[in-house]
Nanobody, 122 residues
Framework: VQLQASGGGLVQAGGSLKLSCVASGSIYIINTMNWYRQAPGKEREFVAAITWGGAVTTVADSVKGRFTISRDNVKNTVYLQMNSLEPEDTAVYYC????????????????WGQGTLVTVSS
């Protein structure tokens, strides 16, 4: 499984960005896909998760009401719509996939995209 994340950039506080993560290869083995982020000097943290069938979605409390995760079955793509961005959202955002049930722990994920940088200016 290969994951390609994109969509990051520089945005002012209050703005929006939409991240994409395209999966390729043996995608039939994927059960869950997550977004994580890592700010400079901080640990990687969970942002959002979705089951490959799209039936279950969840987001971290820190982004609830602002971020939405979704997927496009035809394009094999998972999205992270980020609204009302805050400087605290500045980080490298990673998508990750696993073959088993949803988990919040980054160590449970076998496949990772390369990361896309989101910078929110105040």
């Amino acid at each position: 499984v290969q994951l390609q994340a994109s969509g990051g950039g520089l945005v002012q506080a209050g703005g929006s960005l939409k991240l994409s993560c395209v999966a390729s290869g043996s995608i039939y083995i994927i059960n869950t896909m997550n977004w994580y982020r890592q700010a400079p000097g901080k640990e990687r943290e969970f942002v959002a998760a979705i089951t490959w069938g799209g039936a279950v979605t969840t987001v971290a409390d820190s982004v609830k009401g602002r971020f939405t995760i979704s997927r496009d079955n035809v394009k094999n793509t998972v999205y992270l719509q980020m609204n009302s961005l805050e400087p605290e959202d500045t980080a490298v955002y990673y998508c990750a996939a696993r073959t088993k049930a949803l988990s919040y722990h980054a160590t449970a994920y076998d496949y990772w995209g390369q990361g896309t940088l989101v910078t929110v200016s105040s």
